[in-house]
């Protein structure tokens, strides 16, 4: 895959703004016309929005068949997005101002090709795939997600990253306007930064997504474009991704700067190593009922046989 950087596109072949917004209100008014000229009925059109925008993507590599996804509506509707709300709902309800139309990402550090790209011109070069996947978050709930998205070593790769860079740092889009937790420093500083080490990132079970369920990713589920590590707590999967970052140093993320003794640099699971204030051994699935018993969780979310050997000769309980 060849990403060209701003420096190395030729004046000639930029894409003028205004034909770039023409072009979008064309494609928009084209859709607009296919729907009132019935070519595509507006049922087709609604159930393109409720059911599927990618059909019979292939498979990533760990993807699992065998695992049963929560119902949809469970995961947009009890989402953690503290920009917004510390309230689940209203974290789901208030994203919906997220303004995600254009997007760019800008790329730096310890590489040969730094530059900023738009997301578009990002996922042209990319072979999108369905990755289902369990997730667990640190307060101990749990779902499946079949996840849209890309291999986000094969991403990274493109950027030629030098032999200094030991880690990537992310960092989530800054809309303070309109994300009411970023007007002060309640619980988080802004915006979310997160890590990981180089070979983490470049490991492939380790995705970017833009989708679930076959269509787009809904705003409070990290639009339009998030991680996806699964055999880390969810809070390393940060969303709406605006800088990528290849250092030398590990970056301090968010959470571990608010609550270093709480939250590690790792954050692999690990039903070992208890939360300060509660247990992580077992967790409870979303959508499951009252009586349904507790899931046992599982060292490195049961993604052990892939990716232990990264942490052979680590202290899992000092490097939590
Ligand atoms: N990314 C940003 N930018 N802001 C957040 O608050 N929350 C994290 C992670 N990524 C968060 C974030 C946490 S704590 C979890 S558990 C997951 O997103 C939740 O993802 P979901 O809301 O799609 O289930």
Same mark, same amino acid.
């Given at each position: 895959m060849?990403?060209? %950087?701003?420096?190395?596109?030729l004046?000639?072949?930029?894409t003028d703004?205004?034909?770039?917004k023409? *072009?979008r209100?064309i494609i928009?008014?084209?859709f607009?016309t296919? !729907?009132?000229?019935? !070519?595509?009925?507006?049922n087709?059109v $609604?159930?393109? =929005?409720?059911?599927? @925008?990618?059909n =019979?993507l292939?498979? /990533?590599?760990?993807?699992?068949n065998?695992? %049963?996804p929560t119902p949809?509506e469970?995961i947009?509707?009890? %989402?953690?997005y503290?920009?917004f709300?510390f309230?689940?709902k209203?974290s ?7 303004k995600i139309d254009?997007w760019s990402?800008?790329?730096? +550090?310890? #590489?040969e090709k730094p ?5 578009e011109d #990002?996922?042209?070069?990319q &072979? ?7 997730f667990?978050?640190v307060?101990?709930?749990s779902?499946v997600v079949?996840? !849209? /998205?890309?291999?986000l /070593? ?5 950027f030629k990253?030098?032999?200094?860079a030991?880690?990537v740092?992310?960092?989530s @889009?800054h809309q303070?306007e ?6 002060n420093?309640?619980m988080?500083?802004w915006?979310y930064v ?5 070979d ?9 997504? &833009?989708?679930?369920?076959?269509n %787009?990713?809904?705003k409070?589920?990290g639009?339009?474009?998030r991680?996806?590590v699964p055999w880390k707590?969810?809070?390393k999967s #940060? ?10 140093r590990?970056p ?6 608010s609550?270093?003794?709480e939250? +590690?640099?790792?954050?692999? &699971?690990n039903?070992? @190593? ?5 247990s992580?051994?077992s967790e *409870?699935? $979303?959508?499951?009922?009252l009586f349904?018993p *507790?899931?046992?969780t599982?060292?490195f979310?049961?993604?052990g046989e892939q @990716?232990a050997?990264?942490y052979?000769n680590?202290? $899992? *309980?000092?490097f939590?």
């Amino acid at each position: 895959m060849i990403i060209k %950087t701003k420096n190395e596109i030729l004046a000639s072949e930029i894409t003028d703004p205004s034909i770039f917004k023409e *072009r979008r209100k064309i494609i928009k008014a084209l859709f607009a016309t296919l !729907v009132s000229s019935s !070519v595509i009925s507006p049922n087709r059109v $609604l159930a393109a =929005n409720n059911n599927s @925008v990618w059909n =019979n993507l292939s498979k /990533g590599d760990f993807s699992n068949n065998k695992l %049963t996804p929560t119902p949809a509506e469970l995961i947009k509707n009890y %989402t953690n997005y503290y920009e917004f709300s510390f309230n689940k709902k209203d974290s789901t309800e208030l994203a919906q101002h997220l303004k995600i139309d254009p997007w760019s990402i800008e790329v730096t +550090g310890e #590489i040969e090709k730094p530059g900023t790209f738009y997301l578009e011109d #990002i996922l042209r070069q990319q &072979v999108l795939q369905e990755f289902i996947y369990r997730f667990r978050c640190v307060e101990a709930w749990s779902m499946v997600v079949p996840w !849209v /998205g890309f291999s986000l /070593g094969n991403l990274l790769k493109t950027f030629k990253p030098l032999s200094s860079a030991y880690f990537v740092k992310f960092t989530s @889009v800054h809309q303070p306007e309109i994300m009411p937790k970023q007007q002060n420093n309640a619980m988080l500083e802004w915006p979310y930064v997160e890590s990981l080490r180089i070979d983490e990132a470049m490991h492939p079970l380790s995705i970017f997504a &833009v989708g679930m369920y076959g269509n %787009t990713l809904p705003k409070q589920n990290g639009a339009p474009l998030r991680l996806v590590v699964p055999w880390k707590y969810g809070f390393k999967s #940060i969303k709406a991704i605006v800088k990528i970052e290849f250092l030398k140093r590990p970056p301090i993320s968010s959470w571990s700067k608010s609550a270093p003794g709480e939250y +590690g640099f790792y954050a692999n &699971v690990n039903p070992e @190593v208890p939360h300060p204030r509660w247990s992580q051994n077992s967790e *409870r699935q $979303l959508g499951s009922g009252l009586f349904t018993p *507790r899931r046992q969780t599982e060292l490195f979310n049961g993604y052990g046989e892939q @990716v232990a050997s990264m942490y052979s000769n680590m202290d $899992l *309980r000092h490097f939590f």
